[in-house]
């Protein structure tokens, strides 16, 4: 089993920066962590794509933060991590790692979620 925790949300002003971490622990095969990402959740939409990255390095982000956003990991620490750079309020949400065997009928686990709030 996979447990996720992240960390790093907050408040943040329009144009700042925040960085999440996610740290998988517990009992697993490694190729539990073959893709680990990031998605989002602001109120009173649909959990949405942030980006993904998987064990060889290919990386997939979703259009609104190309540029703004980046995703690396440290496989020895099973840590995901993203960037966020020049934030915009439509970046508020709550933001969640996931991690999967990239099998398309795996979705994964989650992790509790982190809050992340940029003020206009």
């Known amino acids: 089993q996979v447990q996720l925790v992240e960390s790093g949300g907050g408040l943040v002003q329009a144009g700042g920066s925040l960085r999440l971490s996610c740290a998988a622990s517990g009992s697993f095969l490694v190729f539990k962590l073959n893709v680990m990402g990031w998605y989002r959740q602001a109120p009173g939409k649909q959990r949405e794509l942030v980006a993904t990255?998987?064990?060889?390095?290919?990386?997939n982000y979703a259009d609104s933060v190309k540029g703004r956003f980046t995703i690396s990991r440290d496989n020895a620490k099973n840590t995901v991590y993203l960037q966020m750079n020049v934030l915009k309020p439509e970046d508020t949400a709550v933001y969640y790692c996931n991690a999967n065997s990239g099998v398309s009928s795996d979705f994964g686990s989650w992790g509790q979620g982190t809050q992340v709030t940029v003020s206009s």
């Open positions: 990255l998987t064990r060889g390095g290919t990386t």
